[in-house]
């Protein structure tokens, strides 16, 4: 990992065109042999569809039971999730972070989406 990862906060991760609908856990970020990871942002950006009916998705070791549903414009909108003064757990080495769609969107839509942090 360069300097950067772990001087300053950085893309982590980008995972694109994860799904949306189904219900289950997508992958966005594994964190690296022998460091720590902290998140402290994630974008939830280019649509594929309108995410109505996508009310409840979980971030690992994060932020839980997130709703989506105002990202209705496909191709444009997006969102940007950050820690808001909570606390969190950190990711231990290998651990995946990951979204879990809970209740997602009504009809069939992928999203593309980033991680940011920084690695110990």
């Given at each position: 990992m360069?300097?950067?990862n772990e001087n300053a906060l950085t893309?982590?991760?980008r995972a694109t065109g994860v799904?949306?609908?189904?219900?289950?856990a997508n992958d966005l970020f594994t964190v690296p042999v022998g460091k720590v990871a902290y998140i402290t942002h994630?974008?939830?950006?280019?649509?594929?569809a309108s995410m109505v009916g996508?009310?409840?998705?979980?971030?690992?070791?994060?932020?839980q039971t997130v709703s989506l549903v105002t990202l209705t414009t496909l191709g444009t909108d997006y969102i940007v999730l950050d820690s808001e003064n909570t606390k969190y757990t950190e990711l231990a080495a290998e651990t995946d972070f990951q979204i879990t769609v809970n209740t997602g969107t009504t009809a069939a839509c992928t999203a593309d989406i980033d991680v940011f942090g920084f690695l110990v």
């Amino acid at each position: 990992m360069s300097a950067l990862n772990e001087n300053a906060l950085t893309l982590l991760g980008r995972a694109t065109g994860v799904d949306m609908k189904t219900a289950q856990a997508n992958d966005l970020f594994t964190v690296p042999v022998g460091k720590v990871a902290y998140i402290t942002h994630v974008v939830i950006r280019n649509p594929s569809a309108s995410m109505v009916g996508g009310s409840d998705y979980d971030f690992t070791n994060w932020k839980q039971t997130v709703s989506l549903v105002t990202l209705t414009t496909l191709g444009t909108d997006y969102i940007v999730l950050d820690s808001e003064n909570t606390k969190y757990t950190e990711l231990a080495a290998e651990t995946d972070f990951q979204i879990t769609v809970n209740t997602g969107t009504t009809a069939a839509c992928t999203a593309d989406i980033d991680v940011f942090g920084f690695l110990v």
